[in-house]
């Protein structure tokens, strides 16, 4: 992996790191689930995704106010580091789902972070651990 892509990472972890306890929220006003069998976590109070991966497709389902949102004319990345090995890859919008080909299944453990901006230029990330 180059150092580039190593520090790119690393600059991603810490800048979610540092701002997680501001996507705390209250479960009771905004009580998000996981509706495909994936793995759930809200942003920015009342925005939430869930993370779907299968053996060669990674999606992740965007919603507001648990409706689901489009996200046509974004741009957004999936850094996946799995083991020693870190991968970026690009995501595809498709209405309110980000998607994106995998090479191999994800191992448990893998983390994996989104990162990107929605049409209207706001700034969006998430973290998830493959369970």
């Keep these: 992996m180059n150092s580039a892509l190593r520090i790119l990472v690393a600059v991603i972890c810490a800048i979610g790191l540092s701002i997680s306890q501001g996507f705390a929220h209250d479960e009771k006003a905004t ?21 779907v991966a299968t053996d060669s497709k990674l999606v992740f389902h965007m919603t507001e106010d648990l409706e689901p949102i489009d996200m046509t004319g974004g741009t957004f990345k999936v850094f996946i580091q799995a083991d020693t090995e870190t991968e970026a890859l690009t995501l595809k919008p498709e209405g309110s ?15 994996i972070a989104l990162s990107g901006k929605d049409a209207d230029g706001h700034s969006l990330q998430a973290r998830f651990v493959k369970e």
Excluded: F, W
């Design 31 to 51: 009580p998000g689930t996981a509706k495909h069998g994936g793995q759930y976590t809200v942003y920015d109070v009342h925005h939430g995704i869930e993370m």
């Design 97 to 111: 789902m980000l998607t994106t080909e995998l090479s191999s299944p994800l191992p448990k453990g893998a983390k």
